[in-house]
């Protein structure tokens, strides 16, 4: 990775990891319900900045974008939703690693300055 690839995929994990929270938290409330249609279209807009960072890495679902004409519900998204995050852990866990327990990204082969968070999972 670059250092504009690394700033680009912590904004996008950023947003992604908000998106997945609400989503979470609405589909343990109502999983049934459906989405407004500005969420869709936030959420829309999170997951297609996630499928560019992510390349190649982002997940192999048959999935462009949810439909704001058939509202996706709660548990839908929080489904999606949750695939790209796990995408984007396994993209962290092979761009950064550890030292004196401070973890540090990998930009250009090389450990960087860029301090970042363990990989879920890893303490």
């Not at 912590?10 to 990891?17: H, I, T, V, Y």
């Not at 938290?25 to 829309?44: C, G, I």
Request: hydrophobic share 40%; aromatic share 8%; proline share 5%.
């Amino acid at each position: 990775m670059t250092d504009h690839e690394v700033e680009e995929f912590r904004k996008m994990a950023a947003q992604l990891d908000a998106l997945h929270q609400e989503a979470t938290a609405a589909s343990k409330k109502h999983p049934d319900k459906p989405v407004s249609k500005f969420k869709v279209d936030l959420a829309n807009s999170v997951l297609a900045a996630a499928s560019q960072v992510l390349g190649p890495s982002a997940p192999t679902l048959n999935f462009r974008q949810f439909d704001t004409d058939d509202l996706p519900s709660n548990s839908d998204l929080s489904f999606v939703v949750s695939q790209f995050v796990e995408c984007s852990e396994k993209v962290k866990a092979q761009n950064i690693r550890r030292i004196n327990g401070v973890w540090y990204w990998v930009i250009s082969g090389a450990m960087s300055g860029i301090a970042a968070v363990a990989p879920k999972g890893v303490r």
